[in-house]
């Protein structure tokens, strides 16, 4: 594999292998294939006949992608996902920057050919999160001004910083588009505060703005001990011990899920300032999540049934997949 300097011809390779997997194992049809990778029909024929071709096609297909893949298979179908891309572990050392590194790659891919075909002026809900700025940070250029981005939470911390992993800037300068930022912390420190920030009519029209967007891109966070919100104190210590304790595994817009996918009962998922997880059903979500220790948060998103589109980590899949419907396990025994 070449890092940093992947060809065209590379890239349909990876596809050719995609194809001939969805073709063979999965049984797909070739519109089927089209469909999930983003091609016309008469590409998915030539990369399922490239992959004959250069000896892809075996009674088995060996290495890491086969495993990447075969996840991608059983959380599409038992999630009811239109697409999920497995990103493989880059070599044993099991650290965040790795997978940030490995899940931004993939997901900028996916992310780029999706945005090239948005219709023209779609307006684009837009997360934050570690993972979703390692992918922009890898996305080519789009040339897409007539497109929109709208932030879909907070884009300050408490201290009213900026938020390093906001990404809706990173968007406008890859494509040339329009952004609009939601100029309030991600979480109130309190309701009265959420209240009085909300008032204000700069933030009615974000929110209201945001609402309307046909597509999102988002990402999930952890409770784990790194955890972005918790490093730059977006929660105290106190309100992480009683999240922890309630059961919280993961955060999706500042709202705290457990691990069946459903809000905790803390007042700390009434200092959101965004939108809320019920406001996305029904539209096209893309959920993008690297880094360590995210398993449960993935689990408990996908869980809450907005998720469409996936790109996680290859361990964070892996362990979805060996434990998909046991629901019986309690969550102390359930750790990565």
């Known amino acids: 594999m070449k890092h940093g300097s992947k060809t065209a011809e590379d890239g349909d390779l990876d596809l050719a292998t995609r194809a001939a997997w969805l073709s063979y194992i999965g049984g797909y049809t070739q519109g089927d294939i089209a469909t999930r990778l983003g091609v016309s029909r008469a590409k998915a024929h030539r990369l399922i006949a490239q992959a004959q071709e250069q000896g892809l096609v075996k009674v088995f297909i060996e290495g890491v992608p086969s495993e990447c893949i075969a996840c991608e298979e059983r959380l599409v179908r038992s999630f009811g996902l239109r697409n999920c891309i497995v990103a493989p572990a880059m070599g044993d050392a099991r650290t965040g920057d790795g997978m940030f590194a490995s899940v931004g790659a993939a997901a900028a891919r996916f992310l780029h050919r999706t945005l090239v075909g948005l219709a023209p002026g779609a307006l684009v809900g837009v997360g934050k999160g570690r993972s979703l700025a390692a992918a922009i940070s890898r996305m080519p250029l789009l040339r897409r001004p007539d497109l929109r981005f709208v932030s879909v939470s907070g884009s300050l911390t408490r201290k009213l910083s900026a938020n390093p992993f906001d990404v809706v800037q990173r ?48 990402g999930i966070g952890t409770l784990g001990q790194d955890a972005h919100i918790r490093q730059v104190g977006m929660v105290s210590e106190a309100e992480w011990d009683e999240l922890r304790g309630l059961g919280a595994v993961g955060d999706i817009m500042g709202s705290f899920i457990d691990l069946a996918g459903s809000p905790v009962d803390s007042p700390v998922n009434d200092h959101a300032l965004g939108l809320r997880i019920d406001e996305l059903r029904g539209r096209r979500v893309i959920a993008v999540v690297g880094g360590t220790d995210k ?9 809450t049934g907005i998720i469409t589109d996936l790109v996680v980590a290859e361990a964070e899949a892996r362990w979805i997949a060996a434990r998909l419907g046991d629901d019986r396990l309690p969550l102390q025994e359930v750790g990565t």
Do not use: H
């Open 295 to 303: 398993a449960k948060a993935v689990l408990g998103a996908l869980r």
């Open 171 to 218: 968007l406008v300068e890859r494509s040339g588009g329009e952004g609009y930022f939601l100029p309030v912390p991600y979480l109130a420190a309190s309701g009265a505060e959420k209240q009085v920030l909300l008032a204000q009519k700069s933030v009615q029209d974000m929110l209201a703005l945001a609402r309307r967007a046909e597509f999102f891109v988002i």
